[in-house]
């Protein structure tokens, strides 16, 4: 997700040298004897810089999803090549059997070619029949000769390939720890922050500006978007994970695919390639429910799900729960979101 345009709040470098007892606009509390600290950022100020760290979690959350995305498809092929390739060793095995018992047979009869044999144990009469007879079998044999080198080129190439994707898999693997490595960092930076708020403050910053509840009327809707938007209602009140995608925790674009999965409806897995794969459109007036709405940049960071009435649900950043949120501007989540645009499954 895009840093959000809030400018970072600075000043609590000089933390060694103050004790902030709480977050309030203009109070500081030092320890005796010092003589001067940075003032204590109001709460506002604390709820601007951990909704930008949110923003910058959840830009780091995609990349971790596109790569555990990308891994798990790199397996499915891996098992389909390892597959082929237990299909390819058996028949090979088979062919070179074949064609070994083929060997001992003419072994046995002294390692003479069938064609000579015939020229030379047949009567006059019989030899232009079985002779053709010998040359379907040399023929055999070349075919038999052509499978075996056709087939131990393909296994040869199924094995290259196996080995390729064995190293993008380990690569995709090592860029899934790099982005989870970046994703914890900015939600240590957030709980650090966290840390100097009062409990009840938590609780605001937390919040998200949303509820697990909406008294308001919601309009009604059929097929497979009915069923993606109860899917959504059913998990409110689920906890934030980033990389999840269900049934218990989710992470945003977690939770629309899983949305509509149950509707049947496979989409893309994160925010970035919902918005990239889906019909887009950018006017709110054409939102229906199960419409996805996208936030914050192009590429989106955020997505949530429409449910009607100007709502949506989703599941907003580390410290929340899938819950309601509301496009009208005065919102406060939306205050510190912008909508990138809109699609529809």
């Keep these: 997700m895009a840093s959000h345009r809030a400018p970072k709040v600075t000043g609590r470098a000089t933390a060694a040298a103050a004790t902030v007892v709480g977050v309030t606009a203009g109070t500081v509390a030092l320890l005796p004897g010092t003589s001067q600290a940075s003032p204590t950022p109001s709460l506002s100020q ?4 951990v909704q930008q760290l949110n923003n910058q979690a959840e830009q780091k959350t995609n990349a971790y999803d ?21 299909q390819e060793q058996s028949a090979l095995d088979t062919l070179e059997s074949t064609m070994g018992l083929q060997a001992a047979a003419q072994y046995r009869n002294g390692g003479i070619s069938p064609t000579l044999q015939l020229a030379l144990n047949a009567s006059p009469e019989k030899y232009l029949s079985q002779a053709g007879i010998a040359s379907q079998q040399a023929d055999q044999e070349a075919v038999l000769m052509r499978s075996i080198t056709q087939e131990k080129a393909q296994l040869l190439q199924d094995k290259k390939n196996e080995a390729n994707a064995l190293q993008q898999q ?18 240590a930076e957030r709980k650090a922050l966290m840390s100097t708020l009062t409990a009840q403050q938590q609780q605001q910053v937390n919040s998200a500006g ?25 998990k409110l009140g689920d906890s934030y994970v980033y990389g999840a ?9 977690g939770l ?11 989409i893309p897995r994160t925010s970035e390639e ?12 054409q939102l229906q429910p199960g419409d996805l709405i996208f936030f914050e940049g192009n590429p989106p960071g955020h997505v949530a ?18 819950q309601y949120g509301s496009l009208d501007p005065s919102s406060p989540y939306y205050g510190y979101m912008s909508v990138t645009g809109y699609a529809r499954v």
């Design 210 to 234: 949303g509820t697990t509840t909406y008294t308001g009327a919601l309009p009604a809707t059929s097929g497979r978007a009915a069923m993606a938007v109860e899917y959504a209602k059913s």
């Design 170 to 187: 380990q690569a995709v693997l090592d860029q899934a720890k790099a982005a989870k490595t970046a994703v914890d960092a900015k939600l």
């Design 256 to 266: 629309t695919m899983a949305a509509w999965a149950y509707a049947g409806v496979s």
């Design 46 to 49: 604390v709820k601007a810089e």
């Design 66 to 86: 596109a790569a555990q995305e990308q891994y798990a498809q790199l397996q499915k092929k891996i098992d389909g090549l390892q597959a082929q390739i237990t």
């Design 305 to 322: 799900i429409y449910v009607g009435n100007g709502m949506y649900i989703h599941a907003p950043h580390t410290g929340t729960v899938v």
């Design 274 to 285: 919902q918005f990239a794969g889906l019909s887009q459109f950018y006017s709110a007036s």
């Design 245 to 253: 995608t269900g049934p218990s925790y989710f992470d945003c674009s």
